[in-house]
Structure formats: structure tokens, C-alpha cells
């Protein structure tokens, strides 16, 4: 006969308590995006009547239309400048995060274990706070109210240096690093052919964050950019949101809703189409 311990006992509450604070925690992390769909899909009068969390007036649209027609066209540019800063940004950050983090975790170099801890105290640094340092120094390179002044920040990403470090230490054998080099392989194909492959998952994982990081960035190009038309949508729908303040011509809250929800559906395709390998970097060097 079994006997059942206090642990066992307690088992099931435990197991109700975590599930009821995940269920509290995913509508606190829900509900918005539950709103800003549905929302968006109203009449500027249908936000204020009924019930905000359920659909009204079907208007998606209609409001669609006005978001891409509204100012000759421009929130399709904003969008175009947000996809050129992202992919530019990330893809490169992306390279640059392999090529560090594979040379610190695989070559012995003086002065390795400081650079590391360089790299470490970079990712507790918050980015805002690199915000007006960039900017002057933009200044001073003529760089400001350009691409570059939003592309060249998102280029560099301490935390895929990081990521990258450790998951190339976990998952690249230096056996197989040295049978390329038996086979005549120099450094730059071996981590080409090799390396690169082998820690897909975690590059993948620096690429999403580092495209969400900048795609979501605001302060720093309301920062470098006066050109209207080199902002991003960030930039782009939180004026037309201050334009509400000033009356006439005010772009209507629903066509603000709305440009809010397309701003979000990249985002949301970006990680739906690669959760299987953010996931797998995310876990990188756990179980070393």
C-alpha cells in the first residue's frame, strides 16, 4: 500500500497556485493587445460607446486606408524606415555578436577574460542613457538627421556578444575545430562552414531581440531625426498622437489605434516564425 506524504499532499494546491498566477499574468499581458485589436477595428465615436473590450461598428477597413493614405502615403515610409533600421541594424549586429562571441569563447588572448567583463558591463548599462552621448557625438561627425544616426547604435548589441560567447563555449567541440584545421581549413571557412551552423539558434535569438530593440526604439531617433520622412513608425504615430493637442487637423484616435496595431504585426510574425529557435537560444549553455 502507498503512502501519501505531506509533499504529495501539498502537491495539487502548489499546482493551482502557479496556474493561477500564470493566468494572472498572461491577461495582464494580454488584455492591451486584446484592446488595441479591437479597438482598431472601431469608428473614432465607437471608442468612447459600448464595451471597449468587444467589437463594435466594424470599420478595420476603413481605417486601414485612411492609416496608409493619410499625408500623401508617409506611415508606409515610416514603416519602410522601421524594416530598413531593424533588418540593417540586427543583421549586422547579428554578424558582429558571431564574430566576438566565437573569438572569446574559442581563442586564448590576452586580455580576453577584461574584454568579456567590458562586454558584461555594457549589458547592465540601460540604452536611454546612450542617447544623448550619441547625439552629441553625431554632431560632431555630421551624422545627425541621417540613416546612419539610427542604423550605426543598432549595429552593436553587448547582450549578442554575450549570448553568443556562451552558446559558442556550449555547443562548437574543439574537436572539430581542430580536425578542420588538420584538414587544412583556415579560421574565417572554419567558422563559416561550421561554427555559424552550429550556433544558428542563438544567432537567430540575438537577430529577434536586437530587431525588436530597435524596432520599438523612440527616444533615440525623436533624437536624431527632423526629417519626417526618415522617422520610423514609432516616431511617426506618437506625433501623429501629439497632433491631437492641437485641434484642427488632429489625426482621429481610430486611425491612431490602428497604425498602432499594423506597427505591431511584424513583431508579431517575427516571433511566431521563429520561436522554435529563439527558444533553443535562449537555453544555450544550460545544461554545460
Not at 51 to 74: C, E, M, P, S, Y
Request: proline fraction near 5%; charge should be positive; glycine fraction near 8%.
Amino acid at each position: 500500500m502507498s503512502t501519501v506524504t505531506t509533499q504529495d499532499r501539498h502537491r495539487p494546491a502548489s499546482r493551482w497556485l502557479v496556474l493561477g498566477v500564470l493566468l494572472v499574468a498572461s491577461v495582464y499581458f494580454l488584455a492591451p493587445v486584446w484592446w488595441l485589436l479591437v479597438a482598431s477595428t472601431k469608428t473614432s465615436s465607437g471608442l468612447f460607446s459600448g464595451n471597449g473590450f468587444w467589437f463594435g461598428d466594424f470599420a478595420l477597413f476603413d481605417n486601414l486606408k485612411q492609416v496608409f493614405t493619410r499625408q500623401d502615403g508617409i506611415y508606409g515610409e515610416w514603416l519602410a524606415n522601421s524594416a530598413l533600421y531593424a533588418v540593417g541594424g540586427a543583421g549586422v549586429s547579428t554578424l558582429i555578436s558571431a564574430l566576438a562571441g566565437y573569438a572569446l569563447a574559442k581563442y586564448r588572448f590576452r586580455g580576453r577574460e577584461l574584454t568579456f567583463n567590458g562586454v558584461l558591463a555594457a549589458v547592465l548599462v540601460p540604452q536611454p542613457l546612450l542617447a544623448v552621448p550619441l547625439y552629441l557625438m553625431f554632431s560632431q561627425l555630421h551624422l545627425v538627421n541621417t540613416v546612419w544616426a539610427v542604423l550605426l547604435p543598432g549595429m552593436v548589441s553587448p547582450f549578442g556578444v554575450y549570448l553568443a560567447r556562451i552558446y559558442a563555449a556550449a555547443s562548437v567541440p574543439d574537436e572539430i575545430i581542430e580536425a578542420g584545421r588538420i584538414d587544412g581549413a583556415g579560421e574565417l571557412r572554419i567558422f563559416a562552414t561550421i561554427a555559424l551552423r552550429v550556433m544558428a539558434p542563438a544567432l537567430v535569438t540575438i537577430f529577434l531581440f536586437q530587431f525588436v530593440s530597435i524596432w520599438t526604439n523612440y527616444l533615440l531617433p525623436v533624437l536624431m531625426l527632423a526629417d519626417d520622412h526618415l522617422q520610423p513608425v514609432t516616431v511617426g504615430v506618437v506625433g501623429w498622437q501629439a497632433q491631437r493637442a492641437l485641434g484642427s487637423g488632429a489625426v482621429p484616435l481610430n486611425i491612431v489605434v490602428a497604425a498602432a496595431m499594423v506597427s505591431a504585426v511584424p513583431l508579431v510574425i517575427l516571433f511566431l516564425s521563429l520561436q522554435r529557435f529563439w527558444r533553443a537560444g535562449l537555453t544555450a549553455g544550460s545544461t554545460k
